[in-house]
């Protein structure tokens, strides 16, 4: 499309934490219409974040349940959704902040355990929620269970775009056959393994290299 593409500035600090200034640019025009000659079905996974329109998402995930397709609705960068298409979402993604800001709860209070409590009492909209945890890792209801995964013991060189890592892993191991639990399981070790290499791109690890991490 004519115009700038999409811009992000990255700042991490010395315990390996981002802050991101992005300019949308481009991504802004990614609009329904540009996805009307897009098929899916239902072996399909659709990964969305928001990056791109609300608008373009909800279209997505309208025909997501029309084809039967999973969807995947990663909340960042978080953006107060429109809780009509967001219940439909097949799997939602969000931080513990996201999640906080999502339900009205205080940010601080974002406890793993409190996490665990809320999504044990049916906060939030979407069936199957899925809330990291950074270094905590992560608590999660699927299908009315709330389940609880450990972070791993790494050194952190640069968290940036560690989230993306991890629901891009998910999304993967959904699409290859997995298990929820072994899928979030195999995200939380890809999320893990890309914090201890510097940059965004170049931290995203690789199947062998997240199998390996996994052993040992």
Not at 161 to 177: E, I, K, V
Request: some cysteine; glycine content about 8%; overall charge negative.
């Amino acid at each position: 499309v004519q115009g700038s593409s999409g811009t992000a500035i990255i700042v991490v600090d010395s315990s390996g934490e981002n802050s991101i200034v992005a300019v949308p640019a481009a991504n802004n025009r990614v609009r329904p219409s540009l996805l009307r000659d897009l098929k899916f079905s239902a072996t399909d996974v659709v990964l969305l974040q928001n990056e791109i329109p609300e608008e373009t998402n909800q279209a997505v995930v309208s025909r997501g349940v029309d084809s039967g397709a999973t969807t995947i609705l990663n909340m960042a960068p978080f953006k107060k959704p429109d809780d009509t298409y967001i219940d439909k979402a097949t799997y939602l993604i969000l931080n513990e902040t996201e999640f906080a800001l999502l339900i009205a709860e205080p940010v601080e209070a974002m406890t793993p355990s409190r996490v665990a409590g809320l999504l044990a009492e049916g906060a939030g909209p979407a069936t199957n929620l899925v809330v990291t945890l950074g270094a905590e890792g992560l608590q999660a209801r699927i299908d009315s269970s709330v389940l609880a995964l450990s972070g791993h013991n790494v050194e952190p060189i640069d968290s940036t775009g560690a989230g993306d890592c991890f629901c891009g892993a998910f999304g993967a191991a959904l699409a290859s056959g997995r298990s929820p639990r072994d899928t979030l399981a195999w995200a939380n070790g890809a999320a893990a393994l890309s914090v201890t290499t510097l940059g965004a791109g170049p931290s995203m690890p690789t199947t062998a290299q997240v199998e390996a991490f996994l052993r040992s």
